[in-house]
C-alpha cells in the first residue's frame, strides 16, 4: 500500500527510459489535501546534490503538494545546468498538477556525475501524472529501486488515520542518514512543526543507526508530506510512535536488502555514560571492516570489537568491558569470557552486544557483514 | 640488513614454537652499546595490549638494552595473566643478557584473546639469545611476520652511521599508528630527547599515513634504538630526515603488502586550508569502502571521492572541488571535468588528486583497494 494508505494521495511508477535497461524510473506522489503539510530531513554530507539543494528551498514553505522521485541518475555534482534540471522538473510537475513549483519536492539516485536525460524525465512526469492512482503506491515503491533487490513499504493504522511509506536504499547506508529515498505520508491532521519534530525523532533513531558501510550519500531523503483527510488530529506521542515504527521497519528492510550482505548484525551497545557514547561506540563496531569480514566467515571474534571500541572518546575502562555475541558473553573484564565455541552462528542475524559498564545508556545500530560479493557490486557498478 | 645495520646491535630470529605451523616465531634484537638511548611510539587504541603497556614504561626510563618480539599471539585482551606473561618474558631476557628487566621492550603479534604458551616462549628467549648475530637482522625480521607475505627492512647509510629497520604489518594497517610492530637502530650518537622527537616527527608523516582498512590494532609499537657505536654525532635535521626515510619506505613496503590488495593507492590532499584538514580529507577518501572496490574494479568514480570530502569538516566549497585520478581532471569545479575514458587503471599505483581549492597545505595518505581476497582472508584467520 506504500504511500497511498494514508488518505488523501495518489501515485505513479512508471518508465520513463531514465534506465537503460527499460525498468521503472519514475515515480510521483500527489496529497490531494486537504493539507498539505510537510517535513523532511536530508543527508548531512556537504557535497549535496541538485534535488537535495532544491527540496531543502521547497520544504521551507512548510508546504509539498507533490514529490517527484527518479531512479537512473542521482543529478549529483552536475553543476547548474543540474540544478536548472531539478527545476525543470519541479516546473512540469507544478504545470500538470496545477500546483506552485516550489510546493514540488524532488528526489533522484543513481549515477553520480551524469546530467539526466530531461528529453525522457519531463514527458516521463507527464505519463506519470496521467497514471496517478489511490492504488499507485506499490508501482511508485518499484520506480525508485537501483541496486535494490525488493522494494520496500511499511504501513501503520491506528484509531482512524494512517502512517505509509516507501524506501529505497541498499548500498551507501551510512550515519547522517542512510542512501536512501523514504516518502512517508499520513492522514492524520498535523501540522507542520508537528511533523517535523515527529520526524527528527524518528530518524534519529532509525534511518540514523543504520550504517551498512559507512559511506555517506549526497542525495540522502526522508519526507513525511501529511493531507489531514482523516479529520483525525492524534495525540503527539501516539502520532510520533507512528512514524518511528514506519521509519524502523523500513530501516529494517534496507539492511536486510544491503548490497552482497549474508549477515545483519545488531550492535547493541548497553551501560554507557551517554547515549552519545553508545553511538559512537555502536558505530565504530559496526565499521570495522575486519570485524564485518570475521562476521561473514561465521567466527565470534571479540578481539575485534574491543579494537574497535578502544579507537573511540567514550567512556569505559579496557578492564571492565564485556562482550556478547548471539547471547555468549565471550569478554568478561576485558578478557576471555565463555567459550566461543558455544556462539551459534548460523543464522542471518548477529547480535553483539557491547556492555561498556560506564553507565545506564544504550543505543543500538545496525549494520551488515562484509563479503566478497559487495566487492564485486561495487567494483563493478559505477554510481 | 634490517636492525643489524648499524653497528653496535645483534639480532636473532628463531622457531620457538608459538605458531603451531613450526615458522619462525621470536627475534631479538640487542643494543651492545656504548649507549642505549631509545625512543618509542605506540598504538593510540585505548584498548593496549600487554606488551604494550609493558613497553611503555620500559621507555620512560630511556634505555632500552634489547626488544623480544613475538608473532603467533598478540597477548592483547589478556588480563592480568597476560600482563605477568610480558613481565616474565622481560625477566627471561635480562636474565640471559645481563641486563635490568626494565631495559627490556616487549612486543607481540597475532591473535588476540589468547594467552602465549610461555614453555615454549621462555626456552625460545634462550634460544634466541645463544643465536645472536650482527648478521641476524634478516631473521629477526623474519620472525616477526604474521600473514605478512614478505618481511620487510630498510637501510639508510649516512657519512659514518646508519639507521635501518625492520617492520611486520599486512593488515589492521590504521590511524594513530598502522599495524605493525618496528624496531628501528642507528649507531649514531643521539641522545632519548632527540630520537623521541625524530621519531614523532617521522612517524607522523609515514606511518600515521598509512591507511589500509581503517582498523587500529591493540599492539602498533615503533621503537628506536641508538648504540652510539659509530661516534658519529650527526646535525639533527640530517639524522631526522634519515629516520623518516626509513620510516616511509617501510611504510610503503606495509602498503605493497596489505591483506589482498590489488591496487597501492596515493591520495594526495592538495590546496587545503590546513594541514589538518588535508589529513581529514585523505583519511575519509582512504577509508571510503565504495571508493576503494570502485578502484579495484579499475573504475575512476570521483563521485565517490567528492561524497567522502563531503563528510569532513574540512574548509571547502563544494563547487571549487577538483579530482584528478592518474593525472585526469575528471572533476572540475564540483562537476563532471575531463572524459573518465582518457584515465588509465591498468596499473597496480592509483594516484588520486583531490584539490580543495581552501589555502596551500597538503598531505598524502596512502590505502589500499578493497577486494574479495581481502574477504576471504579477513573471514578466515581469526586474530
Known amino acids: ?28 506522489v500527489v496529497n490531494d489535501g486537504p493539507r498539505r503539510a510537510a517535513a523532511g530531513v536530508f543527508t548531512s554530507n556537504r557535497v549535496k546534490a541538485a534535488p537535495v539543494l532544491w527540496s531543502e528551498q521547497a520544504l521551507k514553505g512548510g508546504q509539498v503538494s507533490a514529490v517527484v522521485l527518479n531512479s537512473g541518475g542521482a543529478n549529483a555534482c552536475t553543476g547548474p545546468k543540474g540544478f536548472q534540471d531539478t527545476h525543470a522538473t519541479a516546473e512540469k510537475a507544478a504545470e500538470v498538477l496545477g500546483r506552485g513549483a516550489i ?66 536504499g541498499a548500498g551507501m547506508l551510512a550515519p547522517g542518514l542512510a542512501t536512501m529515498l523514504v516518502v512517508l505520508t499520513t492522514d492524520a491532521v498535523v501540522g507542520g512543526d508537528e511533523l517535523d519534530r515527529a520526524l527528527r525523532a524518528a530518524t534519529k533513531v532509525t534511518f540514523d543507526r543504520v550504517d551498512s558501510d559507512g559511506c555517506m550519500s549526497t542525495n540522502d531523503t526522508v519526507l513525511l508530506l501529511a493531507s489531514g483527510s482523516s479529520g483525525v488530529t492524534p495525540d503527539h506521542a501516539e502520532f510520533a510512535e507512528a512514524v518511528r515504527t514506519v521509519c524502523d521497519d523500513l530501516g529494517q528492510q534496507l539492511i536486510r536488502d544491503a548490497e552482497g550482505a549474508s549477515k545483519d548484525i545488531k550492535v547493541e551497545v548497553i551501560n554507557a555514560a551517554t547515549e552519545d557514547d553508545a553511538v559512537e561506540v555502536g558505530r565504530s563496531i559496526a565499521r570495522n571492516n575486519l570485524l564485518k569480514c570475521a562476521i561473514h566467515g561465521e567466527d565470534p571474534n571479540w578481539g575485534r570489537v574491543l579494537s574497535a571500541i578502544g579507537t573511540t572518546r567514550a567512556a569505559f575502562e579496557p578492564d571492565r568491558l564485556n562482550v556478547a555475541i548471539n547471547g555468549v558473553w565471550v569478554c568478561k573484564d576485558g578478557g576471555v569470557g565463555e567459550d566461543r565455541e558455544k556462539v551459534d552462528m548460523r543464522y542471518r542475524e548477529v547480535h553483539i552486544v557491547a556492555d561498556l559498564a560506564a553507565g545506564s545508556e544504550t543505543a543500538t545500530i545496525w549494520t551488515n557483514d562484509l563479503t566478497a560479493d559487495y566487492v564485486h557490486e561495487n567494483s563493478a557498478y559505477s554510481s
Open 1 to 28: 500500500m506504500s504511500v497511498t494508505a494514508a488518505k488523501g494521495f495518489t501515485a505513479a511508477g512508471i518508465a520513463a527510459g531514465i534506465k537503460e535497461n527499460g525498468n521503472p524510473d519514475l515515480a510521483l
Open 103 to 168: 510546493e514540488i519536492a524532488v528526489c533522484s539516485t543513481g549515477l553520480i556525475g551524469v546530467l539526466l536525460p530531461m528529453d525522457r524525465l519531463l514527458p516521463g512526469v507527464e505519463a506519470a501524472a496521467a497514471a496517478l492512482s489511490e492504488h499507485g503506491g506499490e508501482k511508485a515503491a518499484i520506480a525508485i529501486k537501483t541496486t535494490d533487490t525488493v522494494h520496500k513499504t511499511s504501513v501503520v493504522t491506528r484509531d482512524g488515520w494512517t502512517v505509509g511509506g516507501m524506501a529505497k
